[in-house]
Each structure stands twice: as C-alpha cells, then as structure tokens.
C-alpha cells in the first residue's frame, strides 16, 4: 500500500513538472503561430542588402574593367610584335599610310602588318592597287578585326565615313568603314591639318621611310600607337578616302596636349579606361600615360628627334 501511493504521487509530481502554465501553453502557442518577417525585420534586412550591394557592385565594375584594360594592352603587345617583325623584314616601319596610284585612297599603316597578325586571309582580300571604294575591297570595309578594337570602348563595328562638308548640308556617306581603335603616333601635329599635310615629326608618318635609327631619345621613350574612342572620332584601321572628314586622322594621332584632354582636337589620344590611355613605346611594351601628365613631357614622347 505505501508503495503504491509513492507511485501515486510521483506520477502527480511528473505530471505537474510536464504540465505548463495555461499562460505558458498561450505564449507557445502564440509564438508558434508567428510566420515570416516583421515591417522592421524586412527593413532591417533589404538595408543591409543594400549596403552590400554598394559595397561589391563597384568591386565587381573595377575588376572588369581592369580586366578589359589587360586585354587592351596585350592586344597592343600583338601590334608591337607585329611591328618589330616587320622592321626586321623590310629594315624601316610601315609608312602612316600609302597612297594608291591616284591618290584617292590611303590605305594604313596597320595594313601591312596584318601578315605578322595572323590576319593573312584579310590582307590578300585588299587590293592596295586600287581605290578603297572599289568592289574588290567590299569584303575588307566590312571587315571587323576584334584585336584592334579596345574592350573598354563604345563602339560600332562599322562607321560611315562621310567627305568634307563645310557648307553644313545633308551629304550621302562616302561609304562604310571598319572600326579601329588604334591609330599610329604621327607626332605633335596633325596629319590633317592641310594638303599636303605638314611634315609629321612622329614615327609612323607618309613623307619618309622611319627606322628605329631614327628614334633619337631611345626605343623606350618614344611612342608609336595609341588608343582613341570612338566617341572623339571613329578611326579604322584599313584606310580612308582622301575627300572623308578628318581623313588621315581616323589612321594618325596626334599628342598635343594630353590624352583623353576634353577640349582637343579629334586628333588627340584618347581612352575609357579611368585616368589615362594606353601606349605602345618602340620597345615593344604598353605603358598607361596619366591625363595629367605634363604637356611638354607628353610632346617630347611624340616626337622621334631630341628635342
């Protein structure tokens, strides 16, 4: 008998130890019920998605564009490569561009380095014999070569080249161009300032044969090729009429102030890759030159004489 009433009052203990509060079992049941997010929860939270956001959509820009800006300097490494084998094949550089016979076309100097590109097929389509508008070289106008092209630019692959207008009216193109972005150094002035254009003091020019002899200040001070958007003027690297608007300078640039300079003349170097541009030196490697840079310096880096 006593046993069993300790099991009795042990089960009642149990029972009452289980048992909850009829506040408690309310609460549980209360807290039980809750579903989802709070007016303040949700707030809280799209906060600090936010704040991330902010924080790694400027990383993930910055990383592609350093990556864009990689791919524009080995692109520009290639048309070094490229220019040095044919200095070592013919002893002199490409000229900055070559009239055919009428001298209604100039044809540029990325023309004759299309071979040493790997780009064989596209230069035996072009017949530098004849003018540029001819039929024979319909294929190559429309041709749009990727490793000429900077990654980081806005651009089209084809542009129309339309002639000299002053009067201002509605003129027809001349025709349809490919795109390039970028253009030899012609030196401190520009190549479409008159005909016949004034004397380049560059390295890649019309008027003479320039060898890596010529280059007074030394291989790895003087530039030869530079990046222009399209958005100062769309330049190419297959030729031009002579008749186009700023002809010669959609093959040549001219370094008269500093690059990406908002004021200049479209002849200028320019880039989207923030602070600078990219610059091919005659000893084959590609250095960014600052938009601060100081003119005079930016001048004499333009020029193959000592000056």
């Not at 000429?148 to 542009?159: Q, R, V």
Request: neutral net charge; hydrophobic residues 35%; glycine residues 8%.
């Amino acid at each position: 008998m006593y046993q069993g009433r300790v099991g009795l009052r042990d089960d009642s203990i149990c029972s009452q130890q289980v048992s909850a509060a009829p506040g408690e079992q309310r609460q549980r049941s209360h807290s039980s019920s809750r579903t989802g997010f709070t007016v303040l929860e949700l707030l809280v939270t799209c906060g600090i998605i936010g704040t991330l956001m902010s924080l790694i959509l400027p990383a993930v820009g910055s990383a592609r564009e350093a990556a864009r800006q990689l791919q524009c300097k080995n692109q520009l490494k290639q048309v070094g490569i490229a220019l040095h084998s044919y200095h070592e094949t013919h002893r002199c550089l490409p000229a900055g561009w070559q009239f055919e016979a009428t001298h209604q076309s100039l044809y540029g100097w990325s023309v004759p380095l299309l071979p040493y590109l790997e780009q064989r097929a596209i230069y035996t389509s072009i017949d530098r014999n004849r003018v540029l508008e001819h039929p024979a070289n319909l294929s190559a106008r429309k041709t749009s070569i990727a490793s000429f092209l900077c990654p980081s630019d806005i651009f089209d692959p084809t542009f129309l080249l339309y002639p000299e207008n002053p009067s201002g009216g509605a003129i027809p193109p001349i025709f349809e161009l490919p795109t390039g972005s970028y253009v030899g150094v012609y030196g401190t002035v520009e190549a479409d300032d008159g005909v016949p254009p004034p004397p380049g003091d560059g390295a890649l020019i019309h008027s003479q044969t320039i060898t890596f002899a010529h280059l007074q200040r030394g291989l790895s001070n003087t530039l030869l090729v530079g990046e222009r958007t399209m958005s100062m003027v769309p330049s190419t690297w297959l030729g031009v009429d002579a008749a186009g608007e700023d002809a010669a300078c959609r093959l040549l640039g001219s370094a008269m102030t500093s690059p990406n300079c908002k004021l200049c003349d479209e002849c200028e170097f320019s880039s989207r890759h923030p602070g600078g541009t990219n610059f091919l030196w005659g000893d084959g490697r590609v250095r960014f030159v600052s938009d601060s840079i100081d003119s005079r310096t930016y001048q004499q880096m333009a020029r193959r004489l000592a000056q």
